[in-house]
């Protein structure tokens, strides 16, 4: 009798640590499933797209930026939402885009940019999601794949399109955010650099040699008097298209020069005055930009006014001559 129990004691022990082990693996199992999937990974990249011309339609197709984020080693069988949102400082709703067959809500980051549209969306063949900035929108994510190796790959996919005129370069920068509940880890973000660059009006510039009339000594009779004021016109043919330039005055004598005098040139002789610049009544500052925008085009003259300007060096008679550049940086 007493073997006989021991026997049952022994299997009920068995049966003790077997339930303890279905128990423990089980445990593994839910531990596994909680993850979902090990971790998010998504490229540093930027988009830099340069376009020869630009369509004179209005909405006609030109092409997208893409971007893309991915969860590393779904290995369970589970379903999460992501929730996702595009953060894209300055842009403005401006109507709907119909593009293969689905409508779209359209954005502009200037009234010369193109138009854009914001597609985010799984792998091609799953639903794509129509965003607009600032708005968080659940996606639905199946992990199904028993492959170890499995990953889950998200795509935003910007399209952009022609706005029927005239689109000018520009650069922006913005962000995908994503987040995800259940399983943190996941969490991240998604710099989205880019920028546009569109061919620029530029125009003809003609160079221009003007003689101031002769000045006696006594018209410069101390430091800081001047004479013989003469306008200095340079033309600028643009055609049909406005132009937009920053412009740059500077002495070709002396590039380091933030003054309004121009360097003597090597063949000048006279000493004790200079050739002075002005720009609407007032002295230049050689090297200062200011901006050039018409906003029409055709003939565009830039005017000057140049003339003598005793210095504190002791006059002597003779010929002085100056040179100065006007650099145009068209955008």
Known sequence: MRFIDKQKAISRRSHWWQARAIALLAALGMAGAAQACVEEWHPTRAEHKVIDTYPTDRERYMGQLAWAFEFVGCVQHDA????????????????????????????EANSEAPLMIFLFQRVVGFPELPMRPGVTYPYRVDAMSPNPTYIATFNFRPQYFSRGGRMRSYANTGRVVWNVARFPHLDGELTLDHSFTFPAVTCPLQDRAETLQDVQTAELAVPGSTAKEKLVAIRMDCGVDPPRARMTLSDAGDAGNTGSQLTPTADSDAEGVRVQLL??????????????????????DHQFTARYIRTNDALVPGTIKGEAVLNVDYW
């Open 279 to 300: 720009r609407g009544g007032a002295e230049v500052q050689f090297g200062q930009t200011w901006d050039f925008d018409p906003g029409v085009g055709g003939v565009h």
């Open 80 to 107: 999460f939402d992501v929730d996702v949102r595009l953060e894209m400082p300055g842009m403005t709703y401006v109507g709907e885009i119909t593009f293969d067959g689905m409508t779209y809500p359209a954005f």
